[in-house]
């Protein structure tokens, strides 16, 4: 039979009697019918307010302990059913790993709720989620749970947490930890990981409410931005960089980080400005 408790989240609980272990709840009486008044739930007397009587009514957390029953806390967990946070792995083992989720039981993170085998120490964003067991637990696959229709327009600035890197899509994101976006495969001029934290521009809001992350300014910002990469690598080399119009795209993306057509904009830029000379074997400090 489904327990009349909410798994995962705050509920306001009504005091039904108090035993030497804490206090049993349960529904407030007002919404309390049939067999449901026979359903009680455990709050430890650790965590049982001082001076609560029966009937008090008070809100509470509701999950599952070592033993898989249900109980109550008072504790704010980081995390509740539906929202995103950021979790430390406390342990890996052969099933899955755990982790810190402020309350004395770990939360379990499934294998295959990883977007990468995780190791004890990480920092991860995740969300909560009842499994087919009636089970709470974490996972790091966040792409359907995201929330759509952020407050952000084309070239606002945004703060993102990289959650999936795909080699046909790209790097998967979440803004503000919870908005879904995505920085397409053709932006990725440099290495992104897991976790990293962005700070990215909006370069689209897609008809079903989700953002096109860039990594890069509005091209006139970006010119001076890889001007001074370039100016940098010339001084570091001794005033000479062995890059041209046949340089590969790869060797550049390799060497700079930007595409060919941001460094053949970025050196016409230095010429014009008078910083360099560009000659047939490469770019030279003037």
Sequence with gaps: MKSIFKLGVFQKLQVIKQVPMGVYMSLPETIRKGNEAKELILLPKKEVPKD?????????????????????????PYITLGEFAHLSVVSVTDIGAFLNWGLIKDLFLPFKEQTYRVKKGDNILVSLYIDKSERLCATMKLYELLLHNPPYSEND???????????NFGAFAAVDDKYSALVPANELYQKLYIGQKIHARVKSVTDDGRLTLSLRQKTHLQIETNGKIVMEHLTKHGGFLPFGDKS????????????????????????????????????YLK
Aim: glycine content about 4%.
């Design 52 to 76: 609560t009587v029966v009937n008090d009514l008070l809100n509470v957390f509701v999950y599952k302990d070592s033993m898989d029953r249900l109980i109550a806390t008072t504790i704010k």
């Design 157 to 167: 600035m945004v703060d993102a947490t990289i959650y999936e890197i795909s080699d």
């Design 248 to 283: 590969s795209p790869e060797s550049i993306k390799r060497e700079f980080q930007m595409s060919k057509a941001e460094f053949k904009r970025a050196i016409g830029h230095l010429y014009k400005s008078g910083k360099i000379i560009i000659k047939e074997n490469g770019i």
